[in-house]
Structures are given as C-alpha cells and as structure tokens.
C-alpha cells in the first residue's frame, strides 16, 4: 500500500470517529454567570448521548467572563462555540438567532444559562423528534438552599439525580422554597409517560425545548423586537410555531433540568403588547428574525 494510500485511509478514519457533524446543537442562553455554566457543562459531560455540540449565546458578558469561557471550553469532551455580541441590554432574542446561524447540528435544542440538564436530557430530546414538531421538557425548581451548594462534581456524580426529590420536597414543605420537584422523576421507556405526557398539553419554556433546525428557520428564528425579558422568546415562538401547523408535544419526565433558584422577573408592557400583535396576525413567520430583508 502506497503511503499516499494510506494517508487517505488515516485521514477518512480520523474524519470519521474525531470530526463527525453533530447531530444536535445544543444552544445555552447565556450572561457572566461563569459558575453556573460550569455546572451545565459538568452535567453535559455525563450526557448518554454524545453526538452533540455546544454553542454558547453570550449576550454580551465581560471580557473576564469571556476569557474564562474559552478556557473551560478548551477541557470539555464536546465541540464548544461562543457566539458573542456587545452588552446593549437585554438582547437574548437577536444572538439567540446568532447562534442558530453558526450551529452545525440539524437538531436544535434550547435552554437557559442557570438549569443543569438530566442524564438523558439531550437523548429524549432527540430519540422524540419529528418534524413540524416542538418539543417542551420541563424543569424542577430548585431551592435556594440546593442551588447554593451544588458543585461541577456533585454534578458530574449525579447529585441531582439521587436523592434531590426528598430534599426538595423538604425544603417545600419547611421553607417553602423551590417547587416542581415531582418533575425530576424520570420515566425513560415507560408506558405511564405516555398516559401522563397526554393528558394536557404544555406550552413551551425558553429554557428546555427543541425542534429542526429547518422548522426554526421556516419561522425565522425568534422575534428581535423583544428586547427585555420574560415574555417573548418562548411564549411568541409557541404561539407563531401553532399558527405555521407545527405541533407541540410535551416531554415531562423525560427531558428533565434543574433550575437554578431565582426571583421571578418582571414582566413588561411592552412585551405584552408585541406578543399580543403577533397573536392578532396569526402568523408563523416573523419579518423581524434571522432575516430582515423584508423589513
């Protein structure tokens, strides 16, 4: 075998087994809290399914912030991008579109910069999709106790997944802190998460849904307008998602995430009344997303 055979061999294998394209993106929302993102990406190190990347949207962190991402991508055991944008304000919606743009994976999955995915969180995502179709997990609220005391290992030991619900339900019933702690039981191939994912279908959180990457495309991505947050990113998507023919089917315990203990937000007028017009119009597509040629 001649040695220029070989290197093409070499280089088909290695093509192979070290740069095959993703099948998922996973798409993190994301700003300066460094901590809690290494925290996801502890638990994105132990996920059963592996042929996922990683884009990181930054809207628009400290340089610090930025330079300690890079470093922590670096170890990771999955491809990691960080798409960035300058800090303007709340602009969650426009490098959420950034991200779509430079993610590789015809799946998208979504979620929030402060919620931990289970095990199986990518897999159920995947192993479930259908096109014209969105996906909607659900997340536990953790407490403010639990979520000061987690760490990347007690994470990568599956913490969360051992013992979280007798703590959480605890802490419900003394402090009455952290809720939806009967969200973390995980079903996996069950005929019960069937009869259970039926019974009412559940909207959308901007924090845990997937779809095509095609589908989001045929949308447009998310509505720009919105630039404060609460309402918008999630609720508009699922609204505009129904008016295209899509249908959105519910992954409560099956793609499971722990969210990290905050105060609610503050929801805004103005958002209200975007939303509200874009429910008026009954429209899937938005002129205000990743393509602004028909503006």
């Known amino acids: 075998m001649s040695a220029v055979c070989f290197s093409f061999i070499y280089f088909n294998i290695y093509y192979i087994v070290y740069v095959k394209k993703p099948e998922v993106s996973l798409i993190i929302s994301f700003y300066n ?19 996922f990347e990683v884009i990181i949207a930054d809207d628009g962190s400290r340089p610090e912030i930025v330079r300690e991402i890079e470093a922590v991508s670096a170890s990771a055991n999955f491809p990691v991008t960080e798409i960035w944008h300058e800090d ?8 959420l579109n950034k991200a779509i743009i430079a993610s590789s994976g015809d799946y998208l999955i979504f979620i929030d910069g402060d919620c931990i995915p289970h095990r199986h969180f990518i897999r159920e995502h995947y192993l479930n999709r259908q096109k014209k179709t969105i996906l909607a997990g659900r997340r536990v609220n953790l407490s403010s106790r639990v979520s000061a005391k987690l760490t990347p290992a007690l994470v ?27 969200n973390g039981v ?6 019960l998460k069937k009869k259970l994912n039926n019974k ?49 089917r519910t992954l409560k315990h099956l793609a499971i995430q722990y969210h990290k203990y905050h105060e609610k937000l503050e929801r ?27 503006l």
Do not use: C
């Open 156 to 182: 990568r030991k599956g913490k969360l997944e051992k013992g979280l619900l007798f703590s959480l339900f605890l802490h419900k019933m003394l402090f009455k802190d952290g809720s939806h702690a009967e």
């Open 88 to 95: 303007v304000g709340w602009r969650k919606n426009i490098i």
């Open 33 to 51: 809290d460094i901590y809690w993102l290494k925290l996801i990406l502890a638990g994105l190190e132990r996920q059963s399914f592996t042929n």
């Open 186 to 191: 995980y079903l996996g191939n069950t005929w």
């Open 200 to 248: 009412k279908k559940k909207g959308i959180l901007g924090s845990n849904f997937s779809m095509y990457k095609e589908d989001m495309i045929a949308l447009n991505g998310f509505d720009e307008r919105y630039v404060l947050p609460a309402v918008g990113e999630d609720t508009d998507v699922n609204h505009r998602a129904i008016f295209a023919g899509y249908e959105i």
């Open 268 to 294: 805004s007028s103005k958002n209200t009344e975007i939303l509200e017009m874009n429910i008026a119009e009954r429209k899937g597509y938005t002129k205000y997303g990743i393509r602004k040629e028909d």
